[in-house]
Structure formats: structure tokens, C-alpha cells
């Protein structure tokens, strides 16, 4: 019994300090490459707009103290793409939604993806994915997929072609949340933002073949859009008076008695509709794009929220809280990229075309479109 008690307490011992060492090895990582290369680890290529959002009454929502229907917030949505400098590839997009204008300060940041699977599911599977990120992506990508079907699965899931609107399309947070409602019970949570009004479809949804091999992300070759198409049709649409509309939901499930961690908290792992409905959370609504500087300068921190909407603790590197671990302590990229802005200064917007040096193509592709 005892000899089974300190075999326990190892095991939880060494997965933590696992954690802590792939955490710091991770945070090392990303911070030098965003401080030496002056870029967001991910989603560089973006647009930040700002608008208001409000909190929409759901009978079906538990009362919540943040959440109090007609409650208004000024707010910015940053658009990124991650992770190439072209808006015609075929990348997952990205919603980062602040509860405040502002560039940093705001009581809640979520940050949403396209797709509702993820390309990776813990710290695990993420620092497999980053290995074949930093040797190139494209075809090194494949040996990973191999090994990581559901990978494969999430890639063709969350990848978007040329969408016409950021509001045309539906954003997910992926991964799992705490939500602790007026009445006390801790609850977990899943986001979504999808277009207002929304007809159940997507624009620049993936075909088959792009689903089937989302890593072949080049541009079509007799691709007319240029580099930055998306972007500056949000900031045209928006400069003639135009407004992007959205709607926030969310995804509840009460936790488990026992607390333990169950199957369903993987990222992977989608919840039943039809038991877990989504439920109206609010309306945003944006109606003024801001520069290219105001955009890089505006920045997204897991740690900004109520105390009521708790992020879980993870105790390893295949807990699936672990995704969520790793981005708290990546804030530290974050601010390695802003520092590098004071140092170095800003770095120059993304060309247009696709022969400047700053382009890159997935491998082998010698002859960019
Ligand atoms: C399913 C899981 C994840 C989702 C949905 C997600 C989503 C996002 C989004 C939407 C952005 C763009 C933020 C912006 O617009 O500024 C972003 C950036 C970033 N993410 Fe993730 N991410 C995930 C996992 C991770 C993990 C595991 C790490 C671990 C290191 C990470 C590190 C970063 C970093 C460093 C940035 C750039 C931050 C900056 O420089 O401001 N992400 N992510």
C-alpha cells in the first residue's frame, strides 16, 4: 500500500517536472525566435479591427457575473493567418477577440482558430507539430502526420482558401475552459464566433483535395488575389462604412464529480451538439479597421480573464490542459516581440507581390506564382 502510494507520488512528480521542462524549453524557443526575428511565433500576417460587443440574453446560459445580458464592451478582433505572409494560402485564420480597445489591458482575450479540431491536442503532440514547423513545413510536415492521423484531420479541418470576408467565416477556441456561473458550479466551456447572420456555411471552406493535404499550401499557381487581399478589402469594406458582424457562443458541460480528467477535455475530441448546444454569448460587431502598426501592437494574453472563467491546471505533458500551460507562459514570447519593435523597430508591412525576398513558398517550389 505504501510502497504504491510513493510510486504514485514519483510518477506525479516526474510528469510535473516534464511539464516544466518542456514548458521552459518551449518559452525559450518561441521567445528567442519572436525577440531575434522580430514576429508573432504565429498568425504574423493579420489585421486588427475594433468595434463594440455585446452580451445577448440566453435563457439557456447559466446566470454568470461577467456574462450579465446587455452588458456592452468596447472591443478589438485581430484577423491573423498562420503562419505564411500571404492571404491567398491555404492557412488557418484566426479571431483573437479583446473585451476592451485597447492594445493590451482588457478584462478577457480569447483567441479562436478556424476549424473546430486543432492540428495538436497537448504539449506533446505540440512539440511534435513545432519540430516540423522549424524544419520547414510543406513536405516535412507529412512523417508528422503519419504518425499523428488526428493531426492530419485537424490541418484539413481548420485550413481556409481565400475566403471573400474574416465575418464569413466560423472561429473556435479549440481548446477547453473553466466557467464558474453565479450558482457556484464549476462548468466547462468551449467558444465559437461564427458570421451574423450565419447560414451553416463557410467561405474559403477547404474541397477535397486541399482537406485531404492541407500541408500543399501554396497559392493556386494562376492565383490573381495578391499577398495582402484579404486585409485590404476588410480595411476598403470598412473605410466605405461597411460593418463586420459576428456572434459569440458557447459550448458548456459540467465538470466531472470526481474532477478527473475525462476523454472529452481533449482538444480532439468534439461535444454532441445536440447535448452541448451552443449558446448565444454576444454580438460583435466592428466598424473601423486600424493601421498596420496599431495591429502588430496589439497583442492577446491567456491570463487576462474573471476569475470566474478559470483556466484549468494541467499535470502533464499529455494532459490536455497542457496546450493551455504552455500558451500562459508564452506571454514571454509576446513581450520578447514587443521588445524587439523597441530595439530593432517596426518591421515593415508584408509586400504585395510574391517575388519580394520576404515570401516563402512551401518546398520544393521554385517558381512562385
Ligand atoms: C489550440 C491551441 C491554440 C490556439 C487556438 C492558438 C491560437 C492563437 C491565435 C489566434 C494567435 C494569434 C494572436 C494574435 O492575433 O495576436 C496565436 C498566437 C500565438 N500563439 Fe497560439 N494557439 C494555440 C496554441 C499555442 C501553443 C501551444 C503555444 C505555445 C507556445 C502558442 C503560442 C503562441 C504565440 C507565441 C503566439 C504569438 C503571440 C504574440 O507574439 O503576440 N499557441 N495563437
Not at 491555404?90 to 479583446?98: C, E, F, P, Q, T
Request: aromatic share 12%.
Amino acid at each position: 500500500m505504501l510502497r504504491d502510494k510513493i510510486l504514485t507520488a514519483l510518477l506525479t512528480l516526474y510528469r510535473r517536472l516534464q511539464l516544466a521542462l518542456v514548458t521552459f524549453v518551449v518559452t525559450l524557443a518561441v521567445s528567442a525566435n519572436s525577440l531575434f526575428g522580430r514576429q508573432r511565433m504565429s498568425h504574423e500576417n493579420g489585421i486588427a479591427c475594433a468595434g463594440h460587443l455585446r452580451i445577448v440574453p440566453d435563457p439557456r446560459l447559466p446566470p454568470h457575473e461577467f456574462f450579465q445580458p446587455g452588458r456592452t464592451f468596447g472591443c478589438r478582433v485581430r484577423h491573423g493567418m498562420a503562419s505564411f505572409k500571404d492571404d491567398a494560402k491555404l492557412v488557418v485564420r484566426s479571431a483573437s477577440i479583446k473585451f476592451a480597445d485597447s492594445r493590451d489591458k482588457a478584462p478577457l482575450d480569447l483567441l479562436l482558430n478556424t476549424g473546430s479540431l486543432p492540428l495538436f491536442w497537448d504539449a506533446r503532440t505540440f512539440v511534435g507539430f513545432m519540430r516540423v514547423t522549424m524544419a520547414g513545413r510543406g513536405k516535412y510536415f507529412t512523417s508528422h502526420l503519419r504518425r499523428y492521423p488526428q493531426s492530419w484531420v485537424g490541418g484539413g479541418d481548420s485550413v481556409r482558401r481565400d475566403p471573400d470576408a474574416f465575418d464569413r467565416m466560423v472561429y473556435h477556441t479549440q481548446t477547453v475552459s473553466g466557467f464558474v456561473g453565479e450558482d457556484g458550479v464549476y462548468r466547462y466551456a468551449r467558444y465559437r464566433l461564427v458570421p451574423d447572420p450565419w447560414d451553416g456555411t463557410e467561405s474559403g471552406a477547404p474541397d477535397t483535395w486541399d482537406r485531404d493535404h492541407p500541408w500543399l499550401q501554396n497559392p493556386y499557381q494562376d492565383e490573381t488575389r495578391n499577398r495582402n487581399y484579404l486585409k485590404e478589402a476588410t480595411r476598403a469594406f470598412l473605410g466605405r462604412g461597411g460593418k463586420l458582424h459576428y456572434r459569440l457562443q458557447i459550448q458548456l458541460r459540467d465538470r466531472p464529480e470526481d474532477g478527473a480528467n475525462t476523454q472529452w477535455l481533449s482538444s480532439a475530441v468534439l461535444w454532441d451538439q445536440g447535448r452541448f448546444p451552443y449558446l448565444d454569448l454576444a454580438e460583435v460587431e466592428l466598424d473601423r479597421a486600424l493601421s498596420y502598426e496599431e495591429s502588430m501592437l496589439t497583442w492577446f494574453d491567456l491570463s487576462r480573464h474573471p476569475d470566474s472563467l478559470p483556466i484549468p491546471k494541467a499535470s502533464s505533458i499529455d494532459d490536455p490542459h497542457s496546450l493551455n500551460h504552455l500558451r500562459l507562459a508564452a506571454i514571454w514570447a509576446t513581450r520578447a516581440r514587443l521588445l524587439s519593435y523597441r530595439l530593432w523597430g517596426m518591421p515593415r508591412a508584408f509586400s504585395d507581390s510574391r517575388q519580394a525576398d520576404d515570401w516563402q513558398g512551401i518546398p520544393p517550389l521554385r517558381d512562385p506564382p
